[in-house]
């Protein structure tokens, strides 16, 4: 079993920045590749980035060069660095990560305002 705790979300205007965290609990010798996904209103779940269990990290198209996504080594946190953030960047962002099963956290709420 995995828990997965986000913090870090918030309010931030167009061009400010915002680090999210990822806590991982529980059987997190079992993790490989973890991740960030996020849901906007009346909008499907969408890809964000991730990074492989051996740190190889990738995004989506619509964040690259503004989002980092980052683990330490015992895989117990993974962090998203958005920069030069937009008004669609608003969402609720989840963190995800991949064991003998798929595990997600509960969202935390990124708003970004004009």
């Known amino acids: 079993q995995v828990q997965l705790v986000e913090s870090g979300g918030g309010l931030v205007q167009a061009g400010g920045s915002l680090r999210l965290s990822c806590a991982a609990s529980?059987?997190?010798?079992?993790?490989?590749?973890m991740a960030w996904y996020r849901q906007a209103p009346g909008k499907q779940r969408e890809y964000v980035a991730d990074?492989?269990?051996?740190?190889?990290?990738n995004y989506a198209d619509s964040v690259k060069g503004r989002f980092t996504i980052s683990r330490n080594g015992a895989k117990s946190m993974v962090y998203l660095q958005m920069n030069s953030l937009k008004p669609e960047d608003t969402a609720v962002y989840y963190c995800?990560?991949?064991?003998?099963?798929?595990?997600w956290g509960q969202g935390t709420q990124v708003t970004v305002s004009l």
């Open positions: 995800n990560v991949q064991a003998w099963r798929q595990y």
């Open positions: 990074i492989t269990g051996s740190g190889t990290t």
């Open positions: 529980g059987n997190i010798f079992s993790i490989n590749n």
